[in-house]
């Protein structure tokens, strides 16, 4: 059985950081690509990040460029989202997803196929 789950969200102020880390298992997840979405109170859910099963490449949102970085460690199952320089629009429910090994996009989230439930991010001003 596969499971993400996610943790790390919380409330920050405007400039401040966080991280967020997806712990996966089941399957080999290790040799899936790995993507972070976020779904704002009534917006549809958006790319915000992903990376390819080895970690050496990299994909992002142009919202999130330059600040947030992700990363992943296949030893500990565990995929990353470093978050700096946070601002209110960031604020949203964040969810790690593991994409099917198969070409095509890193950014559609019908290419993923196992979603965890979501943690809580908000920025405040």
């Known amino acids: 059985q596969v499971q993400l789950v996610e943790s790390g969200g919380g409330l920050v102020q405007a400039g401040g950081s966080l991280r967020l880390s997806c712990a996966y298992s089941?399957?080999?997840?290790?040799?899936?690509?790995m993507g972070w979405f976020r779904q704002a109170p009534g917006k549809e859910r958006e790319f915000v990040a992903a990376?390819?099963?080895?970690?050496?490449?990299?994909y992002y949102a142009d919202s999130v460029k330059g600040r947030f970085t992700i990363s992943r460690d296949n030893a500990k199952n565990t995929v990353y989202l470093q978050m700096n320089s946070l601002i209110p629009e960031d604020t949203a429910v964040y969810s790690c997803?593991?994409?099917?090994?198969?070409?095509?996009?890193?950014?559609?989230?019908?290419?993923?196929?196992?979603w965890g439930q979501g943690t809580q991010v908000t920025v405040s001003s």
């Open positions: 997803a593991a994409r099917y090994p198969a070409p095509g996009s890193y950014y559609s989230e019908r290419q993923y196929a196992y």
């Open positions: 089941g399957r080999t997840l290790n040799t899936y690509g």
């Open positions: 990376v390819n099963w080895s970690g050496k490449s990299t």
